[in-house]
């Protein structure tokens, strides 16, 4: 046995809008367009998303931020810092 807690492969909607701290309307829209890989699965067709597409598509976010910062493209409008 193994005491790593175990981890579903995959997720619903709505849990992988809750591991990206988004909406779930996002999720719904980035499935839409493929920037985020899903099945559909069983006779109603719902959608599930494989963790280690999570981390793919979060290092692909990783990588398109880094080239916008190195290109001088984003601009820093901030969060707000409780100040």
Request: no cysteine.
């Amino acid at each position: 046995m193994t005491d790593q807690p175990s981890q579903r492969r995959f997720l619903t909607i709505e849990q992988a809008a809750e591991e990206l701290n988004v909406k779930q309307s996002l999720i719904r829209g980035l499935i839409k367009t493929g920037e985020l890989r899903a099945i559909q699965v069983g006779g109603r067709g719902q959608w599930r998303i494989g963790r280690q597409d999570i981390d793919d598509y979060v290092t692909e976010a990783y990588r398109r931020t880094a080239e916008r910062i190195a290109a001088g493209e984003l601009i820093d409008e901030g969060e707000p810092d409780g100040e």
